[in-house]
């Protein structure tokens, strides 16, 4: 059983940064592929970023490419999610999440592929 518990959230005015982590732990073998996910109110979670378990590969969502970086340092068994030059349009509840093996997700932005994931951390962008 995996438990991802994230951190970092909070309140960030637009062009700020904000750098989120989301901790692993119950993992065995060749560890796990990690997605972020967000969700603002009165809409559907999207995927934002995901990154192999051996950090080597890793997706974006056009909509954060350029801004945003995801990274992770397994001696840690933390996954971050950078975010830099933040709109009020990246306001929400931000997920980690990550399938229940080794493997990628395919594709990485369908919520059906990730079976483990954590409670959420609020992100605000506002002036």
């Known amino acids: 059983q995996l438990q991802l518990v994230e951190s970092g959230g909070g309140l960030v005015r637009p062009g700020g940064s904000l750098k989120l982590s989301c901790a692993v732990s119950?993992?065995?073998?060749?560890?796990?592929?990690i997605g972020w996910f967000r969700q603002a109110p009165g809409k559907e979670r999207e995927a934002v970023a995901c990154i192999s378990n051996t950090g080597r590969s890793s997706n974006y969502a056009d909509s954060v490419k350029e801004r945003f970086a995801i990274s992770r340092d397994n001696a840690k068994n933390t996954v971050y999610l950078q975010m830099n030059s933040v709109e009020p349009e990246d306001s929400g509840i931000y997920y980690c999440a990550a399938p229940y093996g080794s493997w990628y997700p395919n594709p990485w932005t369908l919520k059906s592929q990730y079976d483990y994931w954590g409670q959420g951390t609020q992100v605000t962008v506002s002036s």
């Open positions: 119950g993992f065995t073998g060749d560890g796990n592929a």
